[in-house]
């Protein structure tokens, strides 16, 4: 992928305007995953998250008046991903029995904002670990964004358990010294039930 760095905002954007396909790389890069948290959130289906989330991207990219900020981007693809979401939930039928759960509007909102914060952090924690070493950044990975158990990335890697759950603890402990103690926490928060829930 081709990343454009030190860009200010300003050339960014207007490298969107002008349909540069690098600069579009990069928005879908940074909000890719995130997105795909946050609709799986909603409709609870991660094969169709990614669906709803290429299909919001695809608008974005055909757009003829590109939102010009990154909040702006922001809030257009959370608003588009949650109103994608329900759509196939109505047409899927389960939207009333989803919204049965949620005892008013300001509840499903506020359920909605939470939902985007942890999406928002998430994707700070989906930034820290890009930095990680090769090995050390594909078995957090395989551990929080496929799912994958210890037992199931040594066979497929071809090392062992032991090495595994090693790799996990240096790239969490990599992880603190790359994000804010917010950052971290909040991280934490949404990853290590995950991580302990993979550990066997």
């Given at each position: ?98 919204q049965q759960t949620l005892v008013n509007t300001d509840i499903e909102e506020a359920t909605i904002l939470n939902n985007i914060i942890q999406a ?81």
């Amino acid at each position: 992928m081709n990343k454009l760095t030190e860009l200010t905002d300003y050339e960014l954007f207007a490298l969107l305007k002008g349909k540069n396909m690098a600069a579009f790389d990069q928005i879908f890069e940074q909000f890719y995953r995130p997105l795909c948290f946050f609709a799986s959130r909603i409709i609870h289906d991660p094969a169709s998250s990614q669906d709803i989330v290429q299909d919001v991207f695809v608008r974005f990219w055909q757009k003829e008046n590109l939102p010009d900020t990154i909040n702006a981007i922001r809030a257009y693809l959370y608003v588009s991903v949650k109103n994608s979401c329900f759509n196939y939930l109505e047409k899927n039928s389960v939207k009333l029995k989803h919204q049965q759960t949620l005892v008013n509007t300001d509840i499903e909102e506020a359920t909605i904002l939470n939902n985007i914060i942890q999406a928002e952090v998430l994707r700070q924690v989906f930034a820290a670990v890009d930095t990680l070493p090769e090995q050390c950044r594909k078995i957090i990975r395989m551990t929080f964004e496929d799912g994958k158990k210890a037992k199931e990335i040594a066979c497929e890697l071809g090392i062992t358990i032991s090495t595994v759950n090693n790799q996990k603890m240096r790239g969490l402990s990599l992880l603190k010294t790359r994000l804010s103690d917010e950052g971290l926490a909040l991280g934490m928060l949404l990853l290590l039930p995950t991580f302990f829930n993979h550990v066997k």
